[in-house]
């Protein structure tokens, strides 16, 4: 743990303190309560993915995200979701990061289970802004330990009978040119069949070099949406919010997570998603 705070960490603290702590106590602990027995959906959904290399065409991919563990997400809860993960018995695990809400604390246990589900094609975690408030090496190096693949701008092949998958991510990026940067930074000349980024708005710039499929999460998709209107929520600061989004054949799919940063969630589940990946023709 650090032993001088940032002012992000600060400033989250006090959100904390003020939509969590504070409105908790006001009802007596009924709040947390409520949110810790709400239950976490399963979503099944399939990607028509014109760019997808047809050699992995069909594959599943257990796509997770915005756990923020802490007081919002007990460790129980999170280990809950892995038992939910393994009965999909996915071929590939994302996580897209914001596993902590605030604090570092050890998510061994969480990391060992997910691995232990041995998705044959990868387990592989990006970092999200949250995960930087506190430790981000000490997070990083318990994922690596749990043999859990960090993507920090960095991209993996993966092959199966011969045949090439390129997995890349990208590090927490606020704004689009920032994504822009650490993008240029991490796709080489031969590209990336997958992206992994807690901000969906690396997809201006990943649509632009024709990446088929970019995951993310961090919008927890507003937590509060119109019915029947998922994107309709208060994420207003991101024009992709929730669901599937296109931009030419690059898709991208953004998870609304696991977890929360305030304790309400309306018309807006927390969810794990379970992609199927269809190399689907151009136009
Ligand atoms: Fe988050």
Known sequence: MSSKRSSRYRRAKLRHLLFTV????????????????????????????PLWPRAFDGIRIAHISDFH????????????VVEQLANERPD???????????????????????QAIEPPLGNYLVLGNHDELDDPDRLRNIATASGITVLDDSTIRVVRNGDELTVGGIEWARTPQACRSRLDRTVGPDGVDLLLSHNPKAFDHAGELGIPLVLSGHTHGGQIARKDRPDANLAIAHRRSAGLYEHGDSRLFVTVGVGAWFPIRMNCPAEVAILTIRSAPAG
């Open 69 to 80: 563990i802490g007081d919002l997400l007990p460790m129980e809860k999170a280990m809950a």
């Open 92 to 114: 590939m695990i994302c996580n897209t990061g914001d596993v902590i809400d605030l604090d570092c604390i050890d998510v061994g246990p969480l990391f060992r289970a997910l």
């Open 22 to 49: 504070g409105p908790n106590r006001l009802t007596g602990g009924r709040l947390l309560d409520r949110h810790h027995a709400a239950g976490i959906v399963t979503r099944r959904i399939e990607i028509e993915c």
